[in-house]
C-alpha cells in the first residue's frame, strides 16, 4: 500500500539554525531517503520552497481565484514530502524534525 509521508515543520527554524545544525539535518534526511531507497519502499520524495512561494486556488460559484501564499497561518508549515510503498502502515517509519503526517492513498 502507498503512504504520502507529509513533513511538516516551522520553516523559519531551519534559517535560525546554526549551519552545522543545518549540515546535521540535511544529512539526516539523505540518510533516511537512502535508506527507503535501500528498502525498496521509496516511490518518490521532494523538499518544497517555503510558503511565500505558494498560491491557493478556489473554485466557487463558477469561478476560479488565485491567490498568492498560504490559505492559512499555522505554526507548522508542509516543508515537503516521501511517497512510499510499504505492507503496511506498521512498516512506515517515524519522524526526526517537526511533524510526520501519514496519510494512505486511495
Known sequence: ???LLLIHADESGWDKMPKSQQEQGMAAYMSYSEALKNAGVLVGANR???TS???TVKFRDGKTTVLNGPYAESKE???GYYLIDVAD???CPGAHHGTMEVRPIR
Do not use: F, K, V
Open 1 to 3: 500500500m502507498q503512504y
Open 48 to 50: 518544497l520552497q517555503p
Open 53 to 55: 512561494a505558494s498560491s
Open 77 to 79: 508549515q508542509l516543508g
Open 89 to 91: 502502515l506498521d512498516e
